[in-house]
Nanobody, 117 residues
Framework: QVQLVESGGGVVQPGGSLRLSCAAS????????MAWYRREHGKERQWVGR????????EYSNSVKGRFTISRDNYKNTMYLQMNDLQPDDTAVYYC??????????WGQGTQVTVAS
């Protein structure tokens, strides 16, 4: 079955960096675009960015543009989120998502990122 497993979260000081991973299984990873989302405590889930199946097209939310980088390795069935210059507002649970159709999508369990001095 489809499985997405995020990892790489942790606690980091403002200005620091983290790299998240999303390991995918149970589907043809190389075929589908993937996305990152995050949810701050008590708020709605927020879109962070997405990457096309061949990495040719990558898009970011304004809040992370220039600081975060999404990439993928289709041989390893893994997507990455490199996060630089992290700020307290980036504290959230980060999720990866794959969408097969409008009403058919899957999410990982999330990984916590905490930015605090």
């Amino acid at each position: 079955q489809v499985q997405l497993v995020e990892s790489g979260g942790g606690v980091v000081q403002p200005g620091g960096s983290l790299r998240l991973s999303c390991a995918a299984s149970g589907f043809d990873f190389y075929v589908y675009p993937m996305a990152w989302y995050r949810r701050e405590h008590g708020k709605e889930r927020q879109w962070v960015g997405r990457i096309s199946s061949d990495s040719a097209f990558i898009e970011y939310s304004n809040s992370v543009k220039g600081r975060f980088t999404i990439s993928r390795d289709n041989y390893k069935n893994t997507m990455y989120l490199q996060m630089n210059d992290l700020q307290p507002d980036d504290t959230a649970v980060y999720y990866c998502q794959v969408r097969f159709s409008v009403d058919d999508d899957y999410w990982g369990q999330g990984t916590q990122v905490t930015v605090a001095s």
